[in-house]
């Protein structure tokens, strides 16, 4: 079977922001990092190349395929920042409509950057994304999508 391939690393988060191009999303991933840090009591941890993870969770879908992947984190990439982990909680769809601007895809939020969004909202959805995450039987809930 083959391995995941967003797996953490030893890159160290720091210098991964400090390589980003945009200034606007160097920044806001500097200011994602402190308030992630903050909200999930967790160390970062890059996954792959690009994805800053704070916690995991083990998967296993119904193909017996299995693994690990962050519980909340971010990326930011050259057209907008991507948020995950911060959709799947039921509370998460009224703070969505409160958020600001942004786009949700099928497991990613995505925003252009945090001033466009309600710092305290985003604040909540990333506390609600990391208990759901990390307390949420992930078997079962790759059977109710």
């Known amino acids: 079977m083959a391995e995941?391939?967003?797996?953490?690393?030893?890159?160290?988060?720091?210098?991964?922001?400090?390589?980003?191009?945009?200034?606007?999303?160097?920044?806001?991933?500097?200011?994602?990092?402190?308030l992630m840090r903050e909200v999930t009591g967790q160390e970062p941890v890059m996954w792959g190349p690009s994805m800053v993870g704070f916690g995991s969770y083990h998967y296993k879908y119904a193909s017996g395929r299995q693994g690990d992947s962050l519980a909340v984190g971010f990326s930011p990439r050259k057209s907008n920042l991507a948020l995950y982990g911060l959709t799947y909680a039921p509370e998460s769809a009224?703070?969505?409509?409160?958020?600001?601007?942004?786009?949700?895809?099928?497991?990613?939020?995505?925003?252009?950057?945090?001033?466009?969004?309600?710092?305290?909202?985003?604040?909540?959805?990333?506390?609600?994304?990391?208990?759901?995450?990390?307390?949420?039987?992930?078997?079962?809930?790759?059977?109710?999508?």
């Open 94 to 145: 009224d703070l969505l409509a409160k958020l600001g601007k942004h786009k949700t895809g099928a497991a990613c939020l995505y925003v252009n950057k945090l001033a466009d969004v309600d710092l305290e909202v985003l604040r909540e959805l990333v506390r609600l994304g990391y208990a759901f995450m990390t307390t949420t039987d992930h078997e079962s809930l790759q059977s109710q999508r």
């Open 4 to 34: 995941n391939k967003t797996a953490p690393t030893d890159v160290p988060v720091e210098e991964f922001l400090a390589e980003v191009e945009h200034p606007v999303r160097r920044t806001d991933g500097k200011m994602l990092l402190a």
